[in-house]
């Protein structure tokens, strides 16, 4: 079974702050990590291979550093890796990554099965999949939180709903996110590392992956983003004083008056 | 459109390199660079004193014959026949846009057996019903969701959709907008329309919720959003408002690559917490699985839902699906209660746009205190309780 996985590398955004004084984000020293629902994806795909056999590829698009989230995920077991990079891929939007993954995604050719994270959690669109499934004319699957089984072209899986989950049957190939619930990532291994350590990771640009230039990067998406602003500071904060009794009975007075106990 | 640094004018004053939400920026040979992570987003241009920085619009790419798309849409989402709450919300802001753009509003209303709510879209604000209704449509299906919605939308052309940001707004919206090579904007809280030019102002969290984004799509069409639960507002139900109901054929054309086997529903007799008005949450600060039934008494005598941190979903004191936060659900409820949790940003990111909330937390430095509207320093166990009381005496 030959699995794709999708992975983003992203900012810890636990990490990021916002400078009060001149409402920014504060980057500096945030580390870079894998989408942690891409650590999952990955989990799962190796987990698939060790049950039924075949290779595991993990693609990225992104700048020349993402070839670090690679390295990551070739520790923790993964066979083979891509990196989609090109100046021409710069300021994507969902549309736009979608297309220049499943560009990439159609290079690679043998896949039984794409994984990939619910969201990112730099941008949370939870768009990138699904758009990547289309474009590819393959069927999708979101919010996986168990693969019950595979035989032959068809898979059975767990999908998390808002009210509970539905068991589905879809045929493969397919694309698939994952949630947190599915597994437990492993660490990496100490051969996992050293292979990372010496590998030299593929990058392929627009012409290798036979993008259309006009179709990627900020050229290619179709939404522009106006305009950045933070969240406006929340309203009056009160720590009530007094006894805790005292307190109680304030703060239940409170949500009376404005109607929560009714 | 494109960013630049005017080498000239740049005093490697770094003021940009910290503005920019994305770290785009670097300092090269002593002047600020603009790398290709760059969103255009324009941050640094408004921060930069020096005026070193500018944006240039460049000729937009051709667009399409904008003028050609008219009316706002809603995809009014139903389940097992019942027209989700959210439907009702976004007939409400949808209703707004349309009347502000003096076009009409349209619902897209798919399912088995619903032909009777029809109306009640109608009722909440539409003028218009596209409605498929066909048994191999009772289950959510990502493929003929969205066949029936791209092809309706390639024939009427509408100029704006929005769907709800759940489930199944969020799995099947994307390949819509995949299909018709548009924008879709995920998860916005707010939207504003311009009367003149018909462009959608949406705007979203994004980095956990530390900042917000306005985005546009102005050389597309249909312009895509899928909003959040709770924070539009559904217009009130009027029985004497008129519209149409236009019953669109569906025919599945050969086999459906995926199918429901069944569907479990877990929560059971406790509300989904993105729908709820009222939450109550609890982390790790219980203790127990046994402690945690305070945070259901609480929730019970308020006639709200159940939520709770990672850390208290990861003792396993309570299923995933009431996990708030970055890897869990995001809600907005009128009310959050929260009880013995730290208020890590990952959870904070879940629930701050809740319009009340309560810490109650034993720790006077918890970091959920800068977040919270009235904070109690104290035990939960002790705590809770007393509230619990003096809500039942207070109701009398
Ligand atoms: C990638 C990533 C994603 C994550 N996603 C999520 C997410 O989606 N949702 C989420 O919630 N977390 C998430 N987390 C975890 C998050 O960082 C915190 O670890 C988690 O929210 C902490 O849960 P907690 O507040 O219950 O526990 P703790 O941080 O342990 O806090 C317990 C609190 O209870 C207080 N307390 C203890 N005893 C009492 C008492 N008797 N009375 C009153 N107060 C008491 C303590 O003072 C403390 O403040 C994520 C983390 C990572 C790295
Ligand atoms: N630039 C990217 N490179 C590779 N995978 C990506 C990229 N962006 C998004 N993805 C994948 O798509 C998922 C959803 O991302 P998003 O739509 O940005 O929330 C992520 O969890 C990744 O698996």
């Known amino acids: 079974m030959n699995i794709i996985v999708l992975v983003k590398q992203v900012p810890d955004t636990s990490e990021v702050k916002i400078n009060r004084e001149t409402n920014t984000l504060i980057r500096d020293g945030v580390p870079s990590i894998i989408n942690p629902f891409d650590m999952y994806a990955i989990e799962e795909a190796l987990r698939l291979r060790e049950k039924h056999g075949g290779k595991v590829t993990a693609i990225t698009m992104g700048p020349p550093q993402a070839a670090e989230a690679l390295k990551e995920a070739v520790s923790l077991g993964v066979d083979d890796v891509v990196l989609l990079s090109d100046r021409a891929f710069a300021g994507a939007d969902t549309w736009a990554t979608s297309y220049t993954i499943s560009q990439g995604i159609k290079k690679i050719a043998e896949y039984d099965l794409v994984i990939a994270g619910k969201q990112a959690i730099d941008g949370d669109t939870a768009q990138v999949g699904p758009e990547t499934a289309d474009m590819l004319g393959i069927p999708f699957v979101a919010y996986i939180r168990k693969i019950e089984h595979v035989e032959g072209n068809k898979m059975t899986a767990e999908r998390l709903m808002d009210e509970g989950y539905d068991v589905v049957e879809t045929s493969l190939p397919a694309l698939i996110t994952v949630v947190k619930e599915i597994n437990q990532p492993r660490v990496p291994s100490l051969k996992g590392k050293m292979r990372a350590k010496n590998l030299k990771v593929t990058a392929w640009n627009a012409k290798d992956i036979g993008a259309d230039e006009n179709k990627c990067g900020l050229k290619g998406s179709p939404t522009k983003v106006v305009k950045i602003f933070p969240p406006a500071p929340r309203g009056r904060r009160e720590i009530l004083t007094g006894s805790m009794e005292n307190q109680i009975t304030t703060c239940v007075k409170k949500l009376k008056e404005q109607s929560f106990i009714i | ?396």
């Open chain 2, 1 to 396: 459109m494109s960013v630049r640094v005017i080498s000239d004018k740049c005093t490697a004053c770094e003021t940009c390199v910290t503005a920019c939400p994305f770290g785009a920026i670097e300092m090269r040979d002593g002047k600020a660079f603009i790398t290709e992570v760059c969103t255009m987003c324009g941050s640094c241009v408004e921060v930069c004193e020096f005026k070193a920085i500018e944006r240039m619009e460049e000729a937009a790419t051709p667009a399409a014959d904008l003028s050609a798309y008219k009316g706002v849409w809603v995809f009014a989402e139903q389940h097992k026949g019942d027209v989700a709450s959210v439907a009702l919300e976004l007939l409400g802001e949808g209703r707004k846009l349309a009347d502000k753009r003096k076009t009409k509003l349209s619902a897209v209303f798919i399912g088995h057996n619903i032909k009777s709510k029809a109306k009640d879209l109608i009722a909440h604000g539409a003028d218009l019903v596209y409605l498929a209704d066909d048994p191999a449509l009772k289950d959510f299906n990502d493929d003929s969701y969205a066949a029936i919605l791209t092809t309706l939308a390639r024939k009427h052309k509408p100029e704006i959709i929005l769907a709800g940001a759940t489930a199944i707004g969020r799995s099947f919206f994307p390949k819509v907008a995949s299909s018709l090579y548009t924008g879709l904007t995920a998860d916005c809280t707010v939207l504003d329309i311009d009367a003149e030019t018909g462009h959608l102002h949406q705007t979203r969290p994004a980095f956990g919720g530390n900042i917000l984004a306005t985005i546009m799509t102005p050389n597309h069409r249909p312009q895509m959003a899928t909003v959040r639960h709770k924070v539009m507002k559904p217009a009130p139900r009027e029985d004497s408002r008129i519209g149409d109901i236009i019953e669109i054929p569906y025919t599945q054309s050969g086999d459906l690559r995926t199918r429901v086997i069944r569907t479990i529903e877990e929560l059971g007799e406790t509300v989904n917490i993105c729908e709820a008005d009222i939450i109550v949450a609890g982390g790790r600060g219980l203790g127990s699985a046994k402690n945690f039934q305070l945070i259901e008494e609480l929730a019970k005598v308020l006639g709200g839902a159940v939520a709770a941190t990672r850390g208290a979903v990861d003792e396993g004191w309570i299923p995933y699906p009431h996990q708030v936060g970055q890897t869990g659900k995001t809600v907005c409820p009128k009310l959050y209660i929260a009880c013995g949790i730290s208020g890590a940003i990952q959870h904070v990111a879940g629930m701050q746009s809740s319009d009340v909330i309560v810490a109650i937390n034993k720790d006077p430095d918890a970091p959920i205190f800068n977040v919270a509207t009235y904070g109690i320093v104290g035990d939960v166990h002790e705590v809770v309780p007393i509230m619990i009381k003096k809500i039942r005496e207070m109701r009398g």
